[in-house]
């Protein structure tokens, strides 16, 4: 088993939450492929929680509105919230200008936001350099 | 200015913290690229910190080694701390028998331990389904 052809973005796990993202060329291939992948890792992972990054995704039509609407079903199903995140201006007043919806998936403005959403906090400060040596 | 076609991994932003991947086909054009987004990006989104998940990578030669040693001191001089996370044993049993250094790279067991040495913590209990409604 040597590469298994990354089609997308690769899910990264932090701690019970999954953190992947959607990018421009969703056909209905990768689509498949990217909801059995991250179903998948949400019952090996153990997820409670999933964060979709779609700060790249320049358009949403019919199609990507309800690849998210079902994966934001199958995950509950599964035990996981899923939270949408980083939807550029221009896609939501498309959107909405088309009368697409995206009944019950849980939205936020960005990735930070949502990953607080889903259990982690920034603390003050980072630590410093000086921890490095 | 439409799709900037995705080579490899994007970087997400989590506050001012950066998280990104390393893919296996890691070649030469691929590695410049990659430095000269990430580069940009700590700048552009003022980033403290840059966290590299590298456990897709099945193999690491001297040239990602490398690599992972320019982007940290790069980043570094540009003031963001970079942690390389999720390494797989038998890429580190590789790297010590071939006798290929990471020099000055910081590592961590995996992502989630990684963004917690940047500043991120987990609380104790993710928000439950019932506060999406």
Chains 1, 2 share one sequence.
Do not use: C, Y
């Amino acid at each position: 088993m040597t590469t298994p052809r990354p089609q997308g973005v690769p899910i990264l796990r932090l701690g019970d939450v999954l953190v992947t993202g959607l990018l421009n060329e969703l056909d209905d291939k990768s689509a498949l492929l990217f909801t059995d992948e991250l179903t998948e890792r949400i019952v090996s992972d153990s997820a409670r929680g999933v964060l979709i990054d779609i700060s790249r995704l320049e358009i949403i039509d019919s199609f990507v509105a309800r690849t998210l609407m079902e994966l934001t079903t199958m995950s509950r199903l599964l035990g996981a919230r899923v939270i949408v995140a980083g939807m550029r201006p221009a896609v939501a007043i498309t959107l909405v200008e088309l009368g697409i919806r995206l009944t019950g998936v849980e939205t936020a403005l960005n990735a930070e936001q949502a990953l607080t959403a889903l259990g982690w906090q920034r603390t003050l400060e980072a630590p410093g350099h000086d921890l490095v040596g």
